[in-house]
């Protein structure tokens, strides 16, 4: 089993920054690709931004790209996903995946989550 916990939610400003980072604890961290969703009231849960095992490569949703970044330090079994000049429409509930199998754009492909953190772009 992986437990994972993300934090670093909160209220911001448009055209302001967070920082969420996602724990993870249990088994082997380092082999698997991590992944970051986002769900908004009313929607379905949508692929934000994914990294591979060694940190190498990363994948994005085209409406972050340029304003997300997503890194990995698996020493830390941590994730993060930075987020600068955030919109209204980034609000969203944010949950960390992990261990992917197939398509990393699709929600069915990930096998743990966490609970999820709250970010509301508002002024």
């Known amino acids: 089993q992986v437990q994972l916990v993300e934090s670093g939610g909160g209220l911001v400003e448009p055209g302001g920054s967070l920082r969420l980072s996602c724990k993870a604890s249990?088994?082997?961290?380092?082999?698997?690709?991590m992944g970051w969703f986002r769900q908004a009231p009313g929607k379905e849960r949508e692929f934000v931004a994914a990294?591979?095992?060694?940190?190498?490569?990363?994948f994005y949703r085209d409406s972050v790209k340029g304003r997300f970044t997503i890194s990995r330090d698996n020493a830390k079994k941590t994730v993060w996903l930075e987020m600068n000049s955030l919109k209204p429409e980034d609000t969203a509930v944010y949950y960390c995946?992990?261990?992917?199998?197939?398509?990393?754009?699709?929600?069915?492909?990930?096998?743990?989550w966490g609970q999820g953190t709250q970010v509301t772009v508002s002024s």
């Open positions: 995946a992990y261990d992917p199998e197939g398509d990393y754009y699709s929600v069915s492909a990930w096998e743990y």
């Open positions: 249990g088994r082997t961290f380092n082999n698997y690709p």
């Open positions: 990294i591979t095992w060694t940190g190498t490569s990363t």
